[in-house]
């Protein structure tokens, strides 16, 4: 949930998303749920909070959500729901751009929702006040880091990273799940002492229809 890509194609796309966490924090692998009026996602769940923080209908919608907005927030205990459950919200609305104006996120920690579906990429930005949308080009490369994490020049130097690799790489799904460190560590994988990337899930949207990769991260130290 804290350095997310996402790489156009021909027929659909390829979104793929490190997740920062403590180690020590129990994930669920990839399950189908069941939703409100019968609409199903698969998405890997956060065992102490029940939400997630990736899913996708199995064909064109994905929805990811990144801790923080636009920079680095202070706590305000206690929040009246986990974001992780607004992931789900989103597939329950009749569109992306209906979830978006139509929520009330007051009392809800600060983060940056990343929506991708046949005809729009859209980006919703809480910073614990209002809304901020954004309307990308969903025929460009773009990646994103937490602001809770990742600071303007982390960001940048990542961004350099990854414009670097796509020049000289395939964008494949392989090549992306390395990209993201997968295989290896760099600058895609965080490793501080409480937090780090624990895995990598990249959902890959092919003429109508989507399958997701979970990979979670073996460490080469003990922790």
């Not at 959500?65 to 305000?76: D, T």
């Not at 329950?92 to 940056?112: L, Q, V």
Request: charged content about 25%.
């Amino acid at each position: 949930m804290c350095t997310v890509s996402f790489i156009p194609k021909h027929s659909g796309y390829i979104l793929t998303s490190n997740r920062d966490e403590s180690p020590k924090r129990k994930t669920f692998s990839p399950q189908q749920k069941l939703l409100k009026g019968g609409i199903k996602v698969t998405a890997p769940i956060d065992a102490e909070k029940g939400g997630t923080w990736i899913a996708t209908d199995g064909a064109y919608k994905t929805a990811c959500i990144m801790n923080g907005g636009f920079v680095k927030h202070k706590r305000e205990l206690p929040y009246r729901k986990s974001r992780g459950q607004i992931v789900f919200e989103a597939f329950e609305a009749d569109s992306f751009w209906g979830f978006i104006k139509e929520s009330n996120f007051h009392n809800i920690e600060p983060f940056t929702l990343v929506l991708v579906d046949d005809e729009n990429l859209l980006v919703l930005v809480w910073d614990g006040k209002e809304k901020r949308i954004q309307e990308l080009d969903n025929s460009k490369s773009h990646l994103w880091s937490s602001s809770t994490l990742y600071n303007d020049e982390a960001h940048l130097e990542k961004l350099k990273y990854f414009e670097g690799f796509l020049k000289n790489n395939q964008s494949t799904a392989e090549n992306l799940l390395r990209l993201h460190g997968v295989e290896a560590d760099n600058l895609f994988v965080l490793d501080l002492p409480h937090v780090k990337t624990v895995s990598t899930t990249q959902v890959i949207v092919k003429n109508g229809e989507s399958d997701l990769i979970y990979r979670e991260k073996v460490f080469s130290h003990e922790q």
